[in-house]
């Protein structure tokens, strides 16, 4: 029962063909308007301009820029508050109905107020992106902290094992996978960051070229962009993957 | 008896800005002329073009900038009239700046709203002719529309000017800040947001019929609003309850928009004029976005547009 | 203290006089253990079966200083039993390898924690690798195993400060009774060669008749001892010995003295 | 070592209480910019001006509505689908690439896209509440599917059920409680939808009076409603929650 | 064909006939079983006992008609076996009730998948709820069960359509030394009491002693069977067999059976 390579990669290539080509056909056949959905060919003729440009190269790297900074931000700080969230009981009563109910709030609504707080440079769109990716790396520290294998504590009492060894040795590596997890998400979360932050107000980066290209009524590259976009998370979720297989070693399945 | 009904596509929702249209729909004059006229809106005129152009649309209301976009991407893209005669962005001073034109931005920080759209445009065209050079003798600050981080911006030194459209610098005035108004004079003129539709719509009767309906009926209403403006206010608020939450700012953005739509003397309201139109693709063209030898006058001329215009002044 | 470089003999005793131990939950309090009193001596092998529930691994815990008590003493080796005392050598029911390290690094972990890692520790864990069978997987990822090497793994880390007591909460619970009866041979040999003090808990009698000097029989409601069988059977123990009619008339004690004490509960 | 009610909920409750009472301290003196940050006393005030006007039950019935259709459709579409690709291997060879290709796409960037496709009205709207909240429940409703029980199917195979009571039956309610917690996750992520649609292009919703009220430098109120948001938020937590409850009688934990 | 209104005795004898079966995995062909062959008469209570991964549960799942064979030929009742039919009865290592369904609807459930659930069910049901000694816990959700009480609702519910066969594949596993004692009497009752053919495989040689008529010792690599031990202890069996020399002896006989296997097969 286990599918060949050829099946694995070669029906999505395959359903993504008769895709793209019915999309082609309609387009052609005048079935899509092309003003509000440019045929691919036509995307793919835009995007080989794009790249010529040199302010499409500037956006993205603003963009990344956002999107990474936010992240190590975000992240990190999403680690330190849920292994202190995950450790300390008190801290937990305390604080954590915050982070649940903070997760539920439309944060972009937040966007405006990131503007006024940070201004009107990189920093809002930064702040706007570590604080939605922040979320997903508390909620998976705590739950990888509380799924640190009971028999394993007890082990570690039992060798007599300081709070500081506990942590570092213990609980850090068992709640690593969990967390990467969050992690794992939250990278992609923070790429939306920075496009929401972009749109509610910036100079530079790919959200706003997207606005840009949309006055001009050049559709087709703005598509172009978006799918650029599309493959920026796909890609970004793969470098992140590539690094979690090489840390976490030892998960399975 | 049966009214038709038409959907305008507005950049933003219903407010003061566009009282000539509440008034007209709340005193009856888009009934008497036999239409409903409901909106849609979207954040920006950019959106706009695109549905006109898409044929998904039939009337849009957009900033004239827009438009002539949309005209060089589809060529029966047409003009009947526009809310505004005069230009609705500003370029603005903080009075204790001591700054009097667009020269002594000169090592300031100028704050517009966004990168894309007209007024962006209009900012680097007023910029160049000033002789000013982006990032080098002037800084540029997307600060947004009016709000607390504009505000904020403003009173903190930031930035020391504004660009952004009349609505805009009129709440932030009600707010407290003083300003100077440094457009370039050959920019007052430009054309504010107008009605777009195309020749396909017009040459259909329905099409023909709406189009006579709407601009007869809206021109009224801008008629009206000028001659009594106190009504047209109390009018607005009360249909609108959460544009006048403010009442200060209303009252200041109110008496702005009124100024917008006066038509200089010897001017109807909603008039198209070409020169002005001519200012505006001249104002693209140095941005290149629109050729410079671009004829404006296909989109705000024509057998159809003229007949429209005729019965919408007709006994004006 | 100890011999580090070579697997040392120095089984400890344990005593336990009038232990009560009351758990205090949410339904209130629950008393868990009533008046043991035990001696162990050094180097004997002592088993504890039970039914669920009656407080075997609690009684464990409390021996290894990680539970305490209400009433009575403890000593192991004439000192109170404390965490971290690398004198007490502790293998849980689950093998619990840290994942993350390898076998070795499994092994060397207590003295990682004990801040004990020296010169000499690479030769100590070669050493253990080599007791247990495990020389030519040093370098394997503790998941790799099988769940016999596992357990393999786990008694040398609890045997890796050379402990003079080794306590095992139903170690082998997780395997088959085939697996089962060979480790259980292997593990009543190692306890045979270096004559540390062991207690074991299991649910299996045979298991215990198979490894122990000594059976503990526990009653529930709350724990108590309810027989205290010697096993005679000659060392060193072998497989073999399962079929014997000493093993079967020892098996028959203990599940007497467990029906005994299950009756009284009633 | 339980912590007693009071505990519980006074701890978090009394940080709270320090956290407003602070704000205020620090809005009172001046520390804290009114424009940028009113007091919550001031909020509290705005918030009750606010709920006396009429435009503001008028916004917030908008944009409930448009997060629960964009909710109700995106949750059902993705249980569909979900449960076609946990289902048939052929389906998920072949869609479910796309499927995680697309939610790792920054999808803010398309709310352009759908105003352009969906029109103005509040359809593009639910169409955004949809796509956001779509995800979550495909991607749990496939997990759910993936860790039935293989004791549980060998029974249902031994029984000689067919395709249909083994979905029904077995399947269905198996995957129910996995799929359920993508459902929480979902209805949180069409509110946000819901406002990112409105941000923008709308005529009514609170994502527009936010809008509204920021441009008037209505600030105080304005902030009202974005904690009206975060309130909306915790409550359709609240309710689906509940709803799991008495759904899923048999979840442990 | 079978009595719904009360447990019938319908005993069926199994045969098979040159039965292998070779998995076929990515590293390769797999042979699992080979050549076997097995007549079980009608009543009979039969064991398998052999190493892990000796193909003792293909085996089964190949009576049961859930897994296909290469060769030979195999009959239940005089019938070829299939997925749904409903006079074999399954009962796997877990009980996997569903969490979702009360304990009546747990055992409801084979009428609902066969398409028979009619005007009698429900007393059908209640008549299964008392065999199992379940009758005031109809309408408890069943994860609320003890494991031991679970393992009775799965057995009512292999039960319920009153199968002539009953296969149970380390049905209790999941429990400790004492309680698995106690349902492996229930069940060797039971089965004395409807004279259903039964065959079950366990890891523990006592449970299969306990229980069988006779005990079908598997070797590995590939599976073939390499021992068919009678048990003649006298029915119905009790506890206290458990420590009687006849049973020891049978046990040894199975024992050296198994060694005897795993030594061939190395
Ligand atoms: N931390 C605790 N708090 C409250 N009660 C506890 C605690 N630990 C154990 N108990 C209770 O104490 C009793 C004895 O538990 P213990 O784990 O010692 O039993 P056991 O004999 O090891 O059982 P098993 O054979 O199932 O492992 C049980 O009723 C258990 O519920
Ligand atoms: N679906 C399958 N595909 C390939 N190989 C299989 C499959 N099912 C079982 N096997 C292999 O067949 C062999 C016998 O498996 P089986 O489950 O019958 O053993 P078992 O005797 O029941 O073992 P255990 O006592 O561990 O349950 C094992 O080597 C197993 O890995
Ligand atoms: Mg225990
Ligand atoms: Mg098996």
Known sequence: MTQSLW?????PVGVFVIFVAIWQIL???GTLNPVTFPSPLEITIAFGELVTRGYFWDATRITLLETLLGFIIGAALGLVIGALTGTFRTFRTAFYPFVVAFQNTPRVALAPIFLTWFGFGITSKVVMAAVICFFPVVINTVAGIAGVDENAKTLFRSLGASKAQTFFRLTLPGASAMAFAGIKTALTLALLGAIVGEFVGASEGLGVLIKE?????EVAMGFAVVIFLAVIGLVLYGLIELLEKRLITWARD | QDLTPVNVLLPIPEGIAFTPMIVARENGIFADAGIDVSTSVADGSGYLSQQIVAGHSQFALMGAADAVVSFTKRDDVRVLFCNQVKNVYRIVAKADAGIGSMAELQGKSLGYTEPGGGESKLVSAAIDEAGLVVNDTIRLVPIGSAGPQSLVALQNDTVQAYSSSFPDVAALAAAGIEWVDITPAKYSNVPGACM????????????MAAA???????????????????????????TIESACENEVAAEALFAEAMNLITPPEGHRPGELTPSSWQTVVEILASSDTVPADLDIMPLISGEHVEAVIAAAYAGR | MTQKDSIAVTGEAITLTGVSKTYMTASGALPVLRDIDLHIEAGQFVSFVGPSGCGKSTLLNIIAGLVSYDTGTVTVGGQPPREGRDDIGFMLQKSVLMPWLNVSKNIELPFIIARRRGADTAQRVTDLLELVGLSDYATMNSWELSGGMQQRVALARALALDPGVMLMDEPFSALDEFKREHLNIEVAHMSERFGKTTILVTHSISEAVLMSDRIIALGANPGRMVGDITVDLERPRRPEMIGSDRFQQISNEVRAALSQGMEESQ
């Not at chain 2, 777009?196 to 099409?207: R, S």
């Not at chain 2, 601009?215 to 607005?236: D, K, P």
């Open chain 1, 213 to 217: 290209l949309n006055f001009q009524l």
């Open chain 2, 212 to 238: 006579t309906a709407l601009t007869s009926a809206w021109v009224q209403g801008q008629y009206y609003s000028i001659e009594n403006r106190a009504e047209a206010f109390e009018l607005v608020c009360s």
């Open chain 1, 27 to 29: 387009s052609v056949t």
């Open chain 2, 196 to 207: 777009v539709t195309t020749e396909q719509v017009l040459a259909t009767d329905e099409g």
């Open chain 1, 7 to 11: 099946y694995r990669i070669g029906l």
